[in-house]
């Protein structure tokens, strides 16, 4: 966008409508990116009606410090691309500290202009600011707007473009005379400094700022005797100094001009306040949203949405409206009930079931049910169980398959109501056609449909769980959440908002990722995003089921015992990674605003949740598409028959994928399973974790120990997620480091979790060996050490 | 010394000085909470930290640990 002629900034606190002002300024024009090298959301968007104007939307912060990334990332962007001129949105409900971000912002030299939010919920309240008073005192021009109501902001980008054009710059802040006279000294030991820049060097000098250009902290040593007298004669550090200096120049402005009425009463925001972070009903009013959060996003509209796209849109279609859908059912199961279910298939399930073969209960219940959907689902998961068992007694899949193959048709969906069908059908019938190859065919159905159908089935959930995130946050809440959850939370290294992402992460990985958003501080984002796939997700649920089944008897502990797992792994990976150098640093204080209460408007909730929707399809549906090719060549590709060539119905073991798998199984050994069959399975499961169980049938548990199949399930459950997670953790790093770092923690877990289980169970249940027993105690007392450990906490991390 | 932490809820105490350094301290007093001014604490949370506090007509929350940092009078 550098064909734009004048670029504005837009600056100001969070919750001061700065979104809602950059929204109605730029209109649909925008550009959502990420600030280079942090996490930090970039926008930038056209001036409605000016093609010429661009407008740099910069975080929301309260100051410019050098401490968060959101404050480093605007100053470095006023300082080195030098905008055309500042618009600093001020809430006037909340003067005096929205103006101290604008004693700092006019030091910078940039022509400035204010925008003042909510003058008209001043009024209501009873106080009164004096516009033009307050607009002569800063010397700064200011226009009066409701960002929500929409009204002024002509005048404010009007103001701003002229400010722009004159090149004027503002009169800063004026502090205490000897200050005064330091700082002015301070900026006359300068050379070879942009002459607007020079105000804004010597404060941050004399602050001892440690974010400075080298040619700038060059001078520090010669302005530390200035610096020292005046810390001597006011008994403060330097820095502390120029922050009262500031709110002392604010309250000298402000008086006479800003008239506020006594408080006394309180308002509706405080009154909601007092019910909603109530010492008893805060906890019961935070499990009721955030269970209405979940339960409508993930287990209803989502489950709903999703299920419609992956089988539906991404599978042989749907019926449209659902009409018909009924119908179809009601003909199939009828089908099924003729021809499917003699009295041969259900005598051998019935003599199964009185085997104790596994799963035949639930067939034998599918048939008892009358539903098709059930049993097909039953069958292709223990069907071949059956049939393996004693030479084929309860064999039921001949007189299955034959029924099926019969000169009975099966309904056809058409005939139900009007039949929609789902992309696969639509491309293949369109690759078809063309007469393309087999090879181009299965590249584009199982490489590229399959791949981009597993990223949009959980688009549609996303979106109905982004527009509550942002209603939550845009409302006020999402800053209580963190107010309420904070005692609990930050013991482990995280936030009091990271409930909601491992909260989501039980529905799915992806949204929960992305859910971390919310959390400003990043240190505790980037801790929220390292762990919240550990807990079992949605697609990890089969895997527990077949491992339940298939090893123990469905027994009612292995589901909580995989849930447990994933919280255990969410603590300790909490407390022994706030401990490390990656996460040490700054120590992150939590002194956050509890913004006041209001509606938020829908334009700005729909718009933040397609933002942040369409930014995971665009870059984790790139990555996805591409590894599911990759992973659809190699499972493709391999030998038939002594020689290497493409066969779409290769067995596993022989493709690629299965020469890897086999070369590199040994990795598994100490954990129990080095099985050609378990490592593909592991690798699947990048695409999908319900691919593990595709891959991993019931009958390839025959071999495995009861605790290597545990092992087994510990180490899926903990180690790196699909690539959609992965893709969505890349997308809310924005470092390829870090996302590499996560990945790779994840796997070093889940395989010390895994050699901990098989290594002590073994030897408890005497197979074990030696050293892999002493291995595992040590690893034992390696992780609690680190967890123990002591370090330098930082002074808010105590107590 | 008497700091923030000690304030009873629904008390009001007037800020004499700010202790520590760093991050923290910047920005406990970039949020407004400086030499002088008047800090209402206004509740703690459910589990008893951090606390609510309203400083120049807004409402801040702050932990208790981070409350010793401020010397009030």
Same mark, same amino acid.
């Given at each position: 966008?550098?064909?734009?002629?004048?670029?504005?900034?837009?600056?100001?606190?969070?919750?001061?409508?700065?979104?809602?002002?950059?929204?109605?300024?730029?209109?649909?024009?925008?550009?959502?990116?990420?600030?280079?090298?942090?996490?930090?959301?970039?926008?930038?968007?056209?001036?409605?009606? $000016?093609?010429?104007?661009?407008?740099?939307?910069?975080?929301?912060?309260?100051?410019?410090?050098?401490?968060?990334?959101?404050?480093?990332?605007?100053?470095?962007?006023?300082?080195?691309?030098?905008?055309?001129?500042?618009?600093?949105?001020?809430?006037?409900?909340?003067?005096?500290?929205?103006?101290?971000?604008?004693?700092? /912002?006019?030091?910078?030299?940039?022509?400035?202009?204010?925008?003042?939010?909510?003058?008209?919920?001043?009024?209501?309240?009873?106080?009164?600011?004096?516009?033009?008073?307050?607009?002569?005192?800063?010397?700064?021009?200011?226009?009066?707007?409701?960002?929500?109501?929409?009204?002024?902001?002509?005048?404010?980008?009007?103001?701003?473009?002229?400010?722009?054009?004159?090149?004027?710059?503002?009169?800063?802040?004026?502090?205490?005379?000897?200050?005064?006279?330091?700082?002015?000294?301070?900026?006359?030991?300068?050379?070879?400094?942009?002459?607007?820049?020079?105000?804004?060097?010597?404060?941050?000098?004399?602050?001892?700022?440690?974010?400075?250009?080298?040619?700038?902290?060059?001078?520090?040593?010669?302005?530390?005797?200035?610096?020292?007298?005046?810390?001597?004669?006011?008994?403060?550090?330097?820095?502390?100094?120029? =922050?009262?200096?500031?709110?002392?120049?604010?309250?000298?402005?402000?008086?006479?001009?800003?008239?506020?009425?006594?408080?006394?009463?309180?308002?509706?925001?405080?009154?909601?306040?007092?019910?909603?972070?109530?010492?008893?009903?805060?906890?019961?009013?935070?499990?009721?949203?955030?269970?209405?959060?979940?339960?409508?996003?993930?287990?209803?509209?989502?489950?709903?949405?999703?299920?419609?796209?992956?089988?539906?849109?991404?599978?042989?279609?749907?019926?449209?409206?659902? $009409?018909?859908?009924?119908?179809? =059912?009601?003909?199939?199961?009828?089908?099924?009930?003729?021809?499917?279910?003699?009295?041969?298939?259900?005598?051998?399930?019935?003599?199964?079931?009185?085997?104790?073969?596994?799963?035949?209960?639930?067939?034998?219940?599918?048939?008892?049910?009358?539903?098709?959907?059930?049993?097909?689902?039953?069958?292709?998961?223990?069907?071949?169980?059956?049939?393996?068992?004693?030479?084929?007694?309860?064999?039921?899949?001949?007189?299955?398959?034959?029924? /099926?193959?019969?000169?009975?048709?099966?309904?056809? $969906?058409?005939?139900?109501?009007?039949?929609?069908?789902?992309?696969?059908?639509?491309?293949?019938?369109?690759?078809?056609?063309?007469?393309?190859?087999?090879?181009?065919?299965?590249?584009?159905?199982?490489?590229?449909?399959?791949?981009?159908?597993?990223?949009?089935?959980?688009?549609?959930?996303?979106?109905?769980?982004?527009?509550?995130?942002?209603?939550?946050?845009?409302?006020?809440?999402?800053?209580?959440?963190?107010?309420?959850?904070?005692?609990?939370?930050?013991?482990?290294?995280?936030? @009091?908002?990271?409930?909601?992402?491992?909260?989501?992460?039980?529905?799915?990985?992806?949204?929960?990722?992305?859910?971390?958003?919310?959390?400003?501080?990043?240190?505790?984002?980037?801790?929220?995003?390292?762990?919240?796939?550990?807990?079992?997700?949605?697609?990890?649920?089969?895997?527990?089921?077949?491992?339940?089944?298939?090893?123990?008897?469905?027994?009612?502990?292995?589901?909580?015992?995989?849930?447990?797992?994933?919280?255990?792994?969410?603590?300790?990976?909490?407390?022994?990674?706030?401990?490390?150098?990656?996460?040490?640093?700054?120590?992150?204080?939590?002194?956050?605003?509890?913004?006041?209460?209001?509606?938020?408007?829908? =334009?700005?909730?729909?718009?933040?949740?397609?933002?942040?929707?369409?930014?995971?399809?665009?870059?984790? @549906?790139?990555?996805?598409? /591409?590894?599911?090719?990759?992973?659809?060549?190699?499972?493709?590709?391999?030998?038939?028959?002594?020689?290497?060539?493409?066969?779409?119905?290769?067995?596993?073991?022989?493709?690629?994928?299965?020469?890897?798998?086999?070369?590199?199984?040994?990795?598994?050994?100490?954990?129990?399973?080095?099985?050609?069959?378990? =490592?593909?399975?592991?690798?699947?499961?990048?695409?999908?974790?319900?691919?593990?169980?595709?891959?991993?049938?019931?009958?390839?548990?025959?071999?495995?120990?009861?605790?290597?199949?545990?092992?087994?399930?510990?180490?899926?459950?903990?180690?790196?997620?699909?690539?959609?997670?992965?893709?969505?953790?890349?997308?809310?790093?924005?470092?390829?480091?870090?996302?590499?770092?996560?990945? @790779?923690?994840?796997?070093?877990?889940?395989?010390?979790?895994?050699?901990?289980?098989?290594?002590?169970?073994?030897?408890?249940?005497?197979?074990?060996?030696?050293?892999?027993?002493?291995?595992?105690?040590?690893?034992?007392?390696?992780?609690?050490?680190?967890?123990?450990?002591?370090?330098?906490?930082?002074?808010?991390?105590?107590? | 010394?008497?700091?923030? +932490?000690?304030?009873?809820?629904?008390?009001?105490?007037?800020?004499?000085?700010?202790?520590?350094?760093?991050?923290?301290? +910047? +920005?406990?007093?970039?949020?407004?909470?400086?030499?002088?001014?008047?800090? *209402?604490? +206004?509740?703690?949370?459910?589990?008893?930290?951090?606390?609510?506090?309203?400083?120049?007509? *807004?409402?801040?929350?702050?932990?208790?640990?981070?409350?010793?940092?401020?010397?009030?009078?």
């Amino acid at each position: 966008m550098a064909d734009s002629k004048i670029t504005i900034a837009l600056a100001g606190n969070p919750n001061s409508g700065k979104t809602t002002l950059f929204n109605s300024l730029t209109g649909s024009n925008q550009f959502v990116g990420n600030w280079p090298g942090v996490t930090v959301e970039k926008k930038e968007g056209k001036l409605k009606g $000016n093609k010429d104007v661009l407008i740099e939307d910069l975080p929301g912060i309260y100051s410019l410090s050098p401490y968060t990334s959101e404050e480093v990332v605007s100053r470095n962007f006023l300082v080195d691309e030098n905008p055309d001129a500042i618009l600093n949105i001020v809430d006037s409900t909340n003067l005096e500290r929205n103006l101290y971000l604008t004693t700092q /912002l006019l030091e910078l030299g940039i022509p400035t202009v204010i925008a003042l939010n909510m003058t008209d919920l001043v009024e209501k309240s009873g106080d009164n600011i004096d516009t033009k008073k307050l607009s002569e005192r800063l010397g700064v021009q200011m226009a009066e707007i409701s960002a929500l109501k929409g009204t002024g902001i002509d005048e404010a980008s009007k103001l701003a473009v002229n400010a722009a054009q004159s090149k004027k710059a503002p009169k800063p802040a004026v502090f205490s005379k000897d200050v005064e006279d330091a700082l002015r000294e301070i900026e006359g030991l300068l050379v070879n400094v942009p002459e607007h820049l020079k105000r804004w060097y010597a404060v941050k000098l004399f602050e001892r700022d440690q974010k400075l250009p080298e040619n700038i902290a060059a001078y520090a040593s010669q302005a530390e005797a200035i610096i020292t007298k005046i810390e001597t004669a006011h008994d403060d550090d330097s820095e502390s100094i120029i =922050t009262n200096e500031r709110y002392e120049y604010i309250a000298s402005v402000l008086n006479g001009c800003y008239g506020k009425k006594k408080a006394g009463e309180l308002s509706t925001s405080d009154k909601i306040d007092q019910i909603v972070t109530n010492r008893w009903l805060a906890l019961p009013i935070f499990a009721a949203v955030m269970w209405l959060v979940y339960y409508i996003s993930v287990t209803t509209i989502g489950t709903f949405v999703t299920d419609w796209t992956n089988d539906g849109l991404f599978g042989d279609g749907y019926y449209l409206f659902g $009409n018909g859908r009924a119908e179809y =059912t009601e003909a199939m199961n009828e089908y099924y009930t003729e021809n499917v279910w003699t009295d041969e298939v259900k005598a051998n399930v019935d003599k199964a079931v009185e085997a104790g073969i596994t799963g035949a209960d639930d067939i034998q219940a599918a048939i008892a049910d009358g539903d098709y959907e059930a049993f097909d689902e039953a069958y292709g998961f223990y069907g071949s169980e059956l049939d393996e068992k004693e030479n084929g007694v309860y064999s039921i899949s001949d007189t299955v398959d034959t029924a /099926l193959a019969e000169d009975a048709p099966l309904p056809a $969906n058409e005939d139900y109501g009007k039949w929609v069908p789902g992309i696969p059908v639509l491309v293949e019938n369109l690759l078809d056609g063309m007469g393309v190859n087999d090879f181009i065919k299965s590249l584009v159905l199982d490489g590229i449909v399959a791949g981009v159908g597993a990223v949009l089935g959980f688009v549609p959930q996303m979106f109905v769980l982004f527009a509550f995130l942002a209603f939550l946050e845009a409302c006020g809440y999402m800053a209580r959440v963190a107010f309420v959850m904070d005692r609990i939370f930050r013991r482990f290294g995280l936030s @009091g908002k990271s409930f909601i992402p491992v909260l989501i992460g039980t529905g799915c990985g992806v949204p929960g990722v992305m859910a971390s958003r919310t959390i400003e501080n990043e240190r505790d984002r980037r801790m929220t995003v390292m762990t919240t796939t550990f807990i079992p997700c949605g697609a990890k649920l089969p895997i527990i089921a077949l491992i339940a089944s298939a090893l123990f008897r469905k027994a009612s502990w292995v589901a909580p015992s995989a849930y447990f797992l994933g919280m255990a792994a969410i603590i300790i990976s909490g407390i022994i990674l706030k401990k490390t150098k990656m996460f040490a640093g700054e120590p992150a204080p939590f002194v956050m605003e509890l913004p006041a209460y209001h509606w938020p408007t829908l =334009t700005n909730i729909l718009r933040s949740m397609w933002e942040r929707g369409w930014s995971f399809i665009k870059k984790a @549906g790139s990555i996805i598409l /591409l590894s599911s090719i990759v992973i659809w060549l190699g499972s493709t590709f391999g030998w038939t028959d002594g020689s290497f060539g493409w066969n779409p119905d290769l067995e596993l073991e022989s493709s690629v994928l299965g020469a890897i798998g086999n070369a590199v199984k040994w990795i598994f050994a100490p954990l129990g399973f080095a099985e050609i069959k378990a =490592t593909i399975a592991t690798v699947m499961g990048l695409v999908a974790k319900e691919e593990v169980v595709g891959v991993f049938g019931v009958l390839d548990f025959e071999g495995l120990s009861k605790l290597a199949g545990y092992s087994f399930l510990a180490f899926n459950l903990l180690c790196a997620p699909c690539f959609a997670a992965i893709g969505a953790i890349r997308r809310e790093m924005n470092s390829a480091k870090w996302t590499w770092f996560a990945i @790779g923690w994840q796997c070093l877990l889940a395989y010390i979790a895994a050699f901990i289980i098989y290594q002590l169970g073994s030897l408890f249940t005497g197979t074990g060996n030696i050293i892999g027993g002493i291995l595992a105690i040590a690893l034992c007392a390696l992780i609690i050490w680190l967890m123990v450990r002591p370090y330098n906490e930082s002074q808010t991390a105590k107590a | 010394m008497k700091t923030l +932490r000690d304030v009873a809820i629904g008390e009001t105490a007037k800020v004499v000085k700010i202790h520590g350094t760093g991050a923290v301290k +910047r +920005r406990i007093m970039d949020m407004g909470i400086t030499k002088g001014v008047e800090v *209402y604490v +206004r509740k703690e949370a459910p589990l008893g930290d951090p606390l609510e506090l309203t400083v120049r007509g *807004y409402e801040l929350s702050l932990r208790k640990a981070d409350a010793e940092m401020i010397e009030v009078a």
